[in-house]
């Protein structure tokens, strides 16, 4: 059994996932924190929850950093402010006591996670979206711009699209659907213009975003503007792992496996249906595999990677299966 433990982070707007994996693929420490997003809580609070996540893993495996081989810290909007950027690399150090750790994107985590760290494509599609791959040691993303003028096939462009179908349902300009119903009781609107205050009461990112579920469930009651929302965003996520393709150079003919993460792919069929008809106008060639493994576990796969000590078909399976048995490295006074 390996000693060498690699620590994962994921990243989020709500949780920050920790995990602490051995070079076997055994579980030794898993820890949940509040959000590690610099645009929620500041570099100082992204510090804090660092801090306390990483300190969590060492209570709970017995050890302190010594033993991490490496680290990577997937956080969410790295990479998308440069003098932020600076600042969060240099955060881990003081908490890991060296410098075998690299930063990153969230999305990281989601590809490394969804495809056991091979190349490929993932696409993100949670509150926001965005797609990332590698191919032979490159690597490439599109998407991930917000949901001011981004995020297309996200929960949040999703909602944002059905509350316009149902001011067209109110206006007459579209017949009334499922859809006009359901917003109308979830809302709890006395009459649909009430719609205009009950936003301004529930304009947060997460709340809009929530609605998605309203959007699919008025899909799957019948509703054709709801179902039509659902095949234009599966148009705008392949539209996105497309402009990866692209930019990974896949060779003509070259197979290009593809993942999926993010609360909106929960609606299974709904679009996973089309996602996969619309990929396939682009290319024969991409293959969709549902994800193996979750962000967190990917995080720990990526530090593995990074560390040049990736993890063997047998650990990624054990990963996989479940079988994680924690592992206790013994203490500096304990004998192996």
């Not at 990577?72 to 969060?88: H, N, R």
Request: aromatic fraction near 8%.
């Amino acid at each position: 059994m390996s000693d060498n433990f690699f620590l994962g982070v994921d990243g989020g707007g709500t949780k920050t996932r920790f995990i602490l994996v051995n070079g076997d693929g055994k579980l030794a420490a898993a820890h949940e924190g509040p959000t590690s997003d610099h645009l929620q809580v500041g570099i100082d609070g992204v510090r804090d929850v660092l801090a306390g996540g990483v300190a969590a893993l060492y209570r709970e495996a017995g050890m302190d950093g010594s033993p991490i081989a490496y680290a990577f810290f997937g956080l969410p909007a790295y990479g998308e402010d440069s003098a932020a950027q600076v600042l969060l690399d240099g955060l881990p150090e003081p908490l890991l006591g060296h410098r075998r750790y690299r930063c990153g994107n969230d999305m990281i985590c989601a590809w490394a996670g969804s495809l056991g760290g091979e190349d490929g494509i993932n696409i993100v599609a949670g509150t926001g979206s965005i797609g990332y791959g590698e191919r032979k040691g490159r690597s490439a993303r599109a998407g991930g711009w917000g949901e001011t003028f981004g995020d297309e096939g996200s929960a949040y462009w999703i909602a944002a699209q059905g509350l316009n179908i149902f001011t067209r349902m109110s206006d007459g300009r579209l017949p009334k659907g499922p859809l006009h119903a359901s917003l109308r009781r979830h809302l709890g609107l006395e009459a649909d213009l009430d719609l205009c205050a009950k936003l301004a009461d529930t304009s947060s990112r997460r709340a809009i975003a929530a609605m998605a579920e309203l959007v699919a469930r008025a899909a799957r009651d019948g509703d054709i503007e709801a179902i039509r929302v659902f095949d234009d965003a599966a148009r705008e996520l392949a539209a996105i792992i497309e402009a990866v393709r692209q930019a990974l150079e896949f060779e003509p003919g070259e197979r290009v496996p593809i993942s999926y993460s993010g609360g909106v792919f929960n609606a299974g069929e709904l679009i996973l249906s089309p996602l996969r008809h619309h990929i396939e106008r682009y290319s024969k060639t991409y293959e969709l595999k549902s994800p193996m493994l979750a962000p967190s576990l990917g995080a720990a796969i990526y530090a593995a990677r990074l560390a040049g000590q990736p993890f063997s078909p047998a650990a990624i399976e054990r990963l996989r299966n479940g079988n994680q048995t924690r592992h206790r490295l013994p203490l500096r006074n304990e004998s192996p």
